[in-house]
């Protein structure tokens, strides 16, 4: 399908963005994933992730951060911080070693100059994968984005040092010609 038709797709369904179906079809692929309680949604805003994930799991508890702001969601604890800070987010202090589910979508700001870029993603994705280690239940799941860079090989191995079965995963719904992809290991 079509990256518009995607868009068309969300809008007829209810969801908040086109990039819900990357979630549906990363999760349809995870099978060790089952009924999570506790999740966490890092760069969350404008909220589509979170949006689908309190429908599918009406009983989970559920934290989204992000930079920007984002509207209100029921069942979804927004928390507007910079991830660099998520070691002092208080209310999520007393939740280490409990979440079944991290997932993170963020994408930093880009300058255009493609080194400066390239250390910004992963400087965060090494932010979201020590969350991911911080905030995980031990067979907890965790889901990240990336991009296809000259750093994607050394993030992979840092994936691989701290999670299990770590695998990659190009959604259809996530458009052909973008260098994003995404990967997820069990904790
Ligand atoms: C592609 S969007 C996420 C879309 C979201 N999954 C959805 O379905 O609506 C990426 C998000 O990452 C956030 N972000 C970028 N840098 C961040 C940082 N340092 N800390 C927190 N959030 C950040 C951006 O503000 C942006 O909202």
Do not use: C
């Amino acid at each position: 399908m079509h990256a518009d038709n995607w868009a068309q797709k969300a809008k007829s369904s209810g969801y908040r963005s086109r990039a819900v179906f990357k979630l549906i079809q990363i999760i349809e692929k995870i099978r060790h994933i089952k009924n999570p309680n506790l999740i966490l949604d890092i760069g969350a805003a404008p909220g589509g992730w979170s949006h689908f994930l309190a429908s599918k799991y009406p009983s989970a508890e559920i934290f989204a951060i992000d930079i920007l702001e984002m509207e209100k969601i029921r069942g979804v604890k927004f928390i507007q911080e910079d991830l660099r800070k998520i070691d002092q987010i208080q209310q999520l202090s007393g939740l280490k070693n409990k979440f079944n589910l991290v997932i993170s979508d963020l994408a930093p700001n880009l300058t255009g100059i493609s080194s400066i870029d390239e250390e910004n993603i992963f400087e965060l994705n090494l932010l979201t994968l020590k969350g991911a280690k911080t905030f995980l239940d031990s067979k907890g799941v965790f889901i990240v984005k990336t991009f296809q860079n000259s750093n994607l090989k050394k993030f992979r191995k840092e994936m691989e040092k701290n999670l299990k079965i770590v695998q990659t995963a190009k959604p259809a719904a996530s458009k052909k010609q973008s260098k994003e992809i995404y990967l997820y290991g069990i904790n």
